[in-house]
């Protein structure tokens, strides 16, 4: 199934609450949470306060991408904030499965996530246990960047192997997926779209959202789009 994680990196952070319910209306179901330490990346912005406060306003799963450098230090605190789903980038981990595993131990969905010069190779030995891979289809630090159109050649190769396989991992992409981009990405096999910037725009969030969903589920190949 094609979903939407709506990211909260492009919303007016004034509002949130109501920025929230808007993409949720608009067909948003997943809330994805940038957390950057300024260390991994060159930005700071989120912290378990905010999955917190975002924990008091929606249902909606929760799903923490730590763009840091020392994610184990952070999981326990993450999981007793309300997170659902936490994603560790491989360029961090020096002990990837290890990280994993605690994730899941904290009761939350892992994920794994690859920046763009990173091969999907890397990640063999870890896609039986993860819930999702998330491909960075831009250089993260910062939202609004432009698509990376290279990556979705690793999104193509992500699919083939969950396919050869056996497995059922999801794939999420995030960075430049937007109103001309979203169908390259559903059709290479993507099924966990986050979008920030194309969809938090003042009176027009539902509206966009819907619009890129729609935009998606066209795309998608008639077993992803029907598949619950």
């Known amino acids: 199934m094609i979903e939407l994680a709506f990211s909260i990196l492009a919303s007016d952070f004034a509002h949130l609450a109501d920025e929230v319910a808007a993409a949720e209306r608009g067909g948003g179901t997943i809330v994805h949470v940038d957390v950057m330490d300024g260390h991994f990346v060159p930005n700071i912005t989120f912290g378990p306060p905010m999955v917190k406060s975002l924990r008091a306003v929606t249902k909606l799963p929760l799903d923490c991408h730590l763009m840091i450098e020392r994610p184990d230090d952070f999981i326990s605190e993450f999981a007793a904030a309300g997170a659902d789903m936490v994603s560790v980038h491989q360029e961090v981990c020096r002990h990837l499965h290890r990280t994993l595993q605690l994730i899941a131990d904290h009761k939350m969905l892992p994920g794994v996530v690859i920046n763009p010069a990173t091969p999907v190779e890397t990640l063999i030995e870890v896609l039986p246990m993860v819930h999702h891979v998330l ?19 690793k999104i193509a190769y992500l699919a083939e192997l969950r396919e050869e396989l056996g497995l059922n991992f999801r794939i999420e992409v995030d960075g430049g997926v937007a109103h001309d981009t979203v169908a390259q990405v559903v059709e290479a096999g993507a099924d966990m779209l986050v979008a920030g910037s194309a969809v938090f725009c003042p009176g027009k969030t539902e509206q966009n959202a819907r619009e890129l969903l729609a935009l998606a589920r066209a795309a998608a190949p008639d077993k992803l789009a029907q598949k619950g």
């Open 135 to 153: 491909v960075m289809s831009v250089n993260p630090g910062f939202g609004g960047q432009q698509f990376l159109p290279f990556t979705l050649n």
